[in-house]
């Protein structure tokens, strides 16, 4: 039994096309059930507003997160037919790659409280009773795919911090931050060896305190003009 159908726009992302123009793409759901009946329900339910892949087996379905993932997972195990789908979001959730252990996993399935209770254990992000709503299955993936967009943007910017800092931190040079009012707010490690001062030290401390008088005027111009 569903809910109403009112039609809205497929659930996409954009990307740039080869003209320069933006192309939308539909979010990859994996759906995982040995059942063929709830794959037929699931596809009527979620296509074509979704790009379906569908597993019965689970191993088949955590080898082809390993080759291309998907944007999320829909995985019965609330039944007595889930118990290889809890196998499944296991090694996902132990997976050695950040981005894979971040894929979002709705469990699914009619077992009610303990189902919901097993599945949050072993690491789902939400828990959908059948028989489902159209619109709340919607509602229920678009938020996990919200939230896992801004996991992954953190991912990658934690990546990028920790390789921009090894860089700085391994570099030669001398790299300062400072402020609007001049003070040092970040001194890489080469202070030690340019300056003879720890970068501890220097932090907090205004930078024009270093400058020599006959150029504080001009450097204080310069850095004006850089804010």
Same mark, same amino acid.
């Given at each position: 039994?569903?809910?109403?159908?009112?039609?809205? #726009?497929?659930?996409?992302?954009?990307?740039?096309?080869? #003209?320069?123009?933006?192309?939308?793409? !539909?979010?990859?759901?994996?759906?995982?059930?040995?059942?063929?009946?709830?794959?037929?329900?699931?596809?009527?339910?979620?296509?074509?507003?979704?790009?379906?892949?569908? =597993?019965?087996?689970?191993? +088949?379905?955590?080898?082809? $997160?390993? !080759? /291309?993932?998907?944007?999320?997972?829909? +995985?019965?195990?609330?039944?007595?037919?889930?118990?290889?789908?809890?196998?499944?979001?296991?090694?996902?959730? @132990?997976? /050695?790659?950040?981005?894979?252990?971040?894929?979002?996993?709705?469990? =699914?399935?009619?077992?009610?409280?303990?189902?919901?209770?097993?599945?949050?254990?072993?690491?789902? @992000?939400?828990? /959908?009773?059948?028989?489902?709503? !159209?619109?709340?299955?919607?509602?229920?993936?678009?938020?996990?795919?919200?939230?896992?967009?801004?996991?992954?943007?953190?991912?990658?910017?934690?990546?990028?911090?920790?390789?921009?800092?090894?860089?700085? %931190? @391994? #570099?030669?040079? +001398?790299? $300062? /931050?400072?402020?609007?009012?001049? =003070?040092?707010?970040?001194?890489?490690?080469?202070?030690?060896?340019?300056?003879?001062?720890?970068?501890?030290?220097?932090?907090?401390? @205004?930078?024009?305190?270093?400058?020599?008088? %006959?150029?504080?005027?001009?450097?204080?111009?310069?850095?004006? !003009?850089?804010?």
């Amino acid at each position: 039994m569903h809910c109403s159908n009112l039609e809205s #726009s497929p659930s996409s992302s954009f990307l740039s096309g080869p #003209s320069g123009g933006s192309t939308p793409t !539909r979010s990859r759901l994996f759906v995982v059930s040995k059942d063929r009946a709830v794959q037929d329900e699931l596809s009527t339910l979620l296509q074509p507003r979704y790009a379906l892949e569908l =597993f019965e087996d689970g191993q +088949l379905a955590l080898e082809a $997160t390993r !080759r /291309v993932p998907p944007d999320l997972i829909l +995985l019965e195990s609330g039944t007595s037919q889930g118990r290889e789908g809890l196998g499944l979001l296991g090694a996902l959730r @132990n997976h /050695v790659d950040a981005r894979a252990r971040a894929i979002p996993v709705i469990a =699914f399935g009619t077992l009610g409280r303990e189902g919901r209770s097993c599945a949050f254990k072993a690491g789902a @992000n939400d828990f /959908v009773l059948r028989p489902f709503c !159209r619109h709340e299955l919607w509602a229920r993936i678009d938020t996990q795919l919200d939230l896992a967009a801004f996991r992954v943007a953190g991912i990658e910017l934690r990546r990028r911090e920790e390789c921009f800092r090894s860089l700085i %931190e @391994n #570099s030669s040079d +001398l790299i $300062t /931050v400072i402020n609007r009012d001049g =003070f040092i707010r970040y001194q890489s490690p080469s202070a030690e060896r340019v300056l003879g001062y720890r970068p501890a030290d220097l932090i907090d401390r @205004n930078a024009f305190e270093f400058v020599h008088p %006959e150029d504080l005027t001009r450097g204080r111009a310069a850095h004006q !003009r850089a804010w």
